[in-house]
């Protein structure tokens, strides 16, 4: 059976192949202008899994997923919360955090993570050739997309552009031919206006924040690149002119990626991307999962209080292309789903290690359903990577090991052995769960209380002058993975 997809772009579901020996995918990555929440999570997290699958099915995958550190949000944080001083000091800040929170999640890692910041010569490059082409027009130093120009303009969303309204801020409006274009470059920085509504309280005055935002040299003069061309220009440079998966959230199909779409299609003359993926909201109390709305629940939070496996077991118990609703029950369910997995995981290798393993011994319904759980799971992932319908073939594999665990006297070893293999290869390998004794990850709440109270030795050994003891905790800590950073209202740490 071949991997089938949910095609954004045509509606339908289709077979997939890679147009050449790899697949080319990437994934439009966070603005770090914010804690990641389990908004971003969902959209990783479920990126991650369709990675992890096409490479269990064989392929040989180009992950790449870009970092916008270029944004006004991130100019509106400057001054706050020792977040930094500048645009490029609070990117790096959330950055560092984004990184900590992608690692606690057990995501694979992509190829690369382009910069939006480390990009901006091909941007300028990009933006050049659409107006040698006609595609583009340099008004007041700005550089806009003329969306007249580009016949297929609507295609993603199901829009013409006759029914679609202006995107822009009301201060470009007079600067536009028409008034869906959309800016390729922005004269100047940031201004202290917009500054303002977007900042957050204790963050620096709008004046002030603006005066760091981060500008370039261009042949329209001194300015920004415009949000849509960051991603156009990313993806082009490290994975070629057309992509054969192109992920992310739902409300990015318009105008961010329709915006892609004619940038990219109308420079290179090429298809941009073969199969949009598009991953549904997750929504809490009828609403998106948000920073702007302030009702999110960071990652870094999350894993602290529930574990990467209770988190990634609730993002993926929805499928990718469903919307989520986010409460304590629904929080409380994964819980149960990743604790019953847990559980018939530990019986079975416990059952294989003790002296009742039997190598004769025959268990014809649990060799039924570990077979049926395996080709339901591989059905499932294969039909549009459904990963609800892949966790519910391995929960039917936890009921049959338990119960097998506690009906025989003789446990079939071959069976269990079976069994262990496929919740290490499908559970593990695809959807990232850590099986075994790993996977309590230690107890977190535990290993935080652990780390405070060393802490708090090392501070009585500072207290007391003995500084080469403290030192050596500290040492400790970090070799165990624990980060330790003194501030002024006393240490803090990061697993």
């Not at 933006?127 to 295609?155: M, N, R």
């Not at 892949?390 to 665990?405: D, K, P, Q, S």
């Not at 769960?433 to 405070?452: R, Y």
Request: net charge negative; hydrophobic share 35%; glycine share 6%.
């Amino acid at each position: 059976m071949s991997i089938r997809l949910t095609n954004t772009l045509t509606g339908e579901r289709e077979d997939f192949r890679p147009a050449d020996d790899e697949v080319l995918l990437y994934v439009c990555g966070l603005t770090v202008s914010d804690p990641p929440h389990l908004g971003h999570a969902r959209l990783w997290v479920h990126a991650d899994v369709v990675h992890r699958w096409l490479a269990f099915r064989g392929f040989d995958v180009r992950h790449v997923e870009n970092v916008t550190d270029v944004n006004e949000k991130i100019v509106a944080r400057v001054g706050e919360d020792e977040l930094g001083d500048s645009e490029a000091a609070v990117a790096r800040t959330y950055l560092e955090r984004a990184i900590a929170d992608m690692r606690s999640l057990n995501l694979l890692r992509a190829e690369v993570y382009p910069k939006v910041t480390e990009h901006v010569p091909e941007i300028i490059d990009l933006v050049e050739t659409l107006v040698e082409k006609g595609y583009a027009y340099e008004s007041s130093g700005s550089v806009y997309f003329d969306t007249t120009a580009f016949e297929d303009y609507g295609k993603l969303s199901n829009q013409s552009i006759e029914d679609l309204e202006a995107n822009a801020p009301d201060e470009e409006q007079a600067e536009k031919r028409h008034p869906t274009d959309f800016a390729l470059w922005k004269a100047d920085g940031v201004s202290p206006e917009t500054v303002a509504e977007h900042r957050h309280e204790g963050a620096a005055a709008p004046d002030d924040a603006s005066e760091t935002a981060q500008t370039w040299d261009s042949p329209w003069g001194e300015g920004r690149p415009g949000w849509h061309v960051e991603c156009s220009a990313m993806s082009t440079t490290h994975l070629g002119e057309t992509l054969d998966i192109h992920m992310g959230g739902q409300d990015l199909v318009f105008p961010h990626h329709e915006n892609e779409i004619a940038q990219s299609e109308a420079a290179t003359g090429e298809q941009f991307a073969r199969f949009w993926l598009h991953v549904r909201l997750l929504e809490t109390e009828g609403e998106k999962m948000s920073s702007s709305l302030g009702n999110f629940w960071t990652v870094e939070t999350a894993v602290e209080e529930l574990g990467a496996n209770v988190v990634r077991t609730f993002l993926l118990s929805t499928a990718y292309d469903s919307e989520q609703t986010y409460s304590e029950a629904t929080v409380e369910e994964a819980r149960e789903r990743w604790e019953r997995l847990q559980r018939a995981y530990e019986r079975a290798t416990e059952a294989l290690d003790s002296p009742d393993a039997s190598a004769k011994a025959a268990d014809e319904d649990l060799r039924t359903v570990v077979d049926r759980a395996q080709t339901d799971f591989t059905e499932a992932m294969d039909e549009n990577v459904n990963t609800r319908g892949a966790l519910a073939a391995l929960l039917e594999l936890a009921t049959a090991v338990n119960r097998h665990v506690d009906e025989t006297d003789r446990f079939d070893q071959a069976a269990l052995g079976d069994a262990v293999n496929t919740f290490d290869a499908l559970g593990g390998t695809v959807l990232g769960l850590v099986f075994g004794a790993s996977s309590t990850e230690g107890d977190v709440t535990l290993a935080g209380d652990l780390v405070d109270l060393l802490l708090s030795v090392r501070e009585e050994e500072r207290e007391s002058g003995n500084y080469e003891r403290a030192d050596r905790i500290r040492d400790d800590l970090e070799a165990l993975g624990v980060e330790v950073e003194d501030g002024d209202d006393g240490p803090t740490y990061r697993l």
